[in-house]
């Protein structure tokens, strides 16, 4: 049975991933995303690498923002042209910070959410409710974990995520 539901996962993930060049880490065990790879096989997820980065909130202050779906791995990851991404800020300084969770509900005052669709429309979708869960982030700023969001169209988009953490040394807020 472990056999079977093992092969189902690595099926999953192979067509979840499509045609992306990424390092095997079943054998090792490694589940931990630090390949900066979307670690979902979830079908509602959003499909690519993960980088998380800095930026500023509204009022000026630090904030992260989480970007799902880019083309390429690493600092360096660029949105994709023909894919959807998912742009998930928080508007606190919670850099190095695992176990949070987020209230990404408008009105919450946490934080922004845009699903850019697929294709070359700059236009997003927006999100009713959902939150983003940092499960972990080690001291190589390697960053795990998760997210749920419920569009206006009324479906729906989560997954679990795994990047870097890409400091920008000339992003100055406030």
């Known amino acids: 049975m472990h056999r079977r539901l093992f092969l189902g996962g690595v099926l999953g993930l ?3 991933c499509g ?3 990424e390092e095997d880490t079943s054998a090792s065990g490694d589940d931990s995303g630090s390949g900066g790879d979307d670690t979902s096989d979830d079908a509602n997820a959003v499909d690519g690498y993960a980088v998380v980065v800095p930026t500023c ?3 000026d202050g630090a904030a992260f923002e989480v970007q799902i779906g ?3 791995a690493g600092c360096e990851a660029v ?3 023909d894919g959807e991404w998912l742009r998930i800020a928080i508007w606190w300084d919670s ?3 695992a176990g949070e969770s987020y209230d990404l509900a408008p009105g919450a005052g946490v934080g922004s959410v845009w699903l850019f669709p697929a294709g070359p429309s700059s236009a997003f979708q927006g999100v009713t409710s959902g939150f983003l869960r940092i499960d972990s982030w080690d001291e190589a700023g390697d960053i795990t974990g998760g997210y749920e969001i419920m569009l206006d169209d009324g479906t729906s988009r989560d997954g679990d995520f795994g990047g ?3 400091p920008d040394a000339e992003l100055l807020c406030g």
């Open 19 to 21: 045609d992306k060049e």
């Open 79 to 81: 949105p994709p042209s």
């Open 57 to 59: 909130a509204p009022d």
């Open 95 to 97: 850099s190095g910070t």
């Open 164 to 166: 870097p953490w890409c």
């Open 14 to 16: 192979a067509l979840a």
């Open 70 to 72: 880019q083309d390429t």
